[in-house]
């Protein structure tokens, strides 16, 4: 009797310890239309029905984060994850489901994510941004996640190192082809403004001194006109003398020119 208290025990302990534990799981399924085999490898937690898909469907390889939450259905999404101890990645290669709840890996993160998943070892985070701003979490561990990620890669065909140096020549070369029209546009908008400012020198120093002729002229105007109204006032006054008025007036004159000057 003792022994079977025992045994009861430690069942309900194992469902108990079981019950709080989140495995990876592979399952196959076969396309009634194409009689192709579909494999998911997938990692769903128990309290919220969160899950991450790594499946090859009708020969096809994606990864697929379902958050059961509202996303958005348009556009990019930005997602940050990281795997066990290492630094956080943040890549806005992220597109969205029909029904706005999952994302899927763009092509050119889905087979370095599959490779850092096949070499995680205890656990990762992935966190992902709605159209206001609100994250939402999901973890994962690593139970059994090499050998099913790995079988589903293999039902597909993929060699991950070489798919994955593939992938990586091709962003060297498309950043070499980005560097190389940058440089281009780079040289033929310097040559437009070498040749755009070519007279300007010439052209402004003209206009500098157009400008101080002008000002000059003005000056010189104003002067005369206010000698001329001196005159006209004094001369109709008595007591002053021819050599006065012109004494005033050569005063006014340098007066005013010390001031424009």
Avoid at 164 to 182: G, H, I, N, T, Y
Wanted: hydrophobic letters at 35%; aromatic letters at 10%; glycine letters at 4%.
């Amino acid at each position: 009797m003792k022994n079977l208290l025992i045994i009861i025990l430690l069942i309900l302990y194992g469902s108990h310890v079981n019950a709080g534990i989140n495995y990876w799981s592979y399952q196959t399924s076969v396309d009634p239309f194409t009689d192709e085999t579909n494999s998911y490898a997938s990692f769903q937690t128990r309290n919220d029905e969160k899950r991450i898909t790594v499946r090859c469907q009708n020969n096809k390889f994606d990864i697929l984060i379902n958050f059961n939450k509202y996303i958005k259905r348009d556009g990019g999404n930005t997602l940050k994850y990281r795997i066990d101890k290492n630094t956080f990645i943040q890549s806005d290669d992220w597109s969205s489901s029909t029904e706005g709840t999952a994302v899927f890996a763009s092509k050119k993160l889905k087979i370095k994510l599959a490779k850092e998943l096949t070499n995680g070892d205890k656990k990762a985070i992935f966190r992902v941004y709605d159209f206001n701003g609100t994250s939402y979490d999901m973890n994962i561990n690593f139970t059994s996640a090499k050998k099913f990620i790995t079988k589903v890669i293999q039902d597909c065909n993929i060699n991950l190192d070489k798919t994955l140096e593939a992938v990586q020549k091709k962003r060297l070369k498309e950043k070499a082809f980005d560097k190389r029209s940058f440089e281009e546009e780079a040289l033929e908008l310097k040559k437009i403004i070498e040749v755009s400012t070519e007279n300007v020198p010439k052209e402004f120093n003209n206009f500098q001194q157009e400008l101080l002729e002008s000002q000059k002229t003005s000056n010189e105007i104003l002067v005369e006109k206010t000698l001329k109204s001196i005159e006209e006032q004094l001369s109709g006054e008595t007591g002053f003398e021819k050599i006065e008025i012109e004494r005033l007036q050569n005063e006014i004159k340098e007066n005013l020119s010390i001031i424009f000057d």
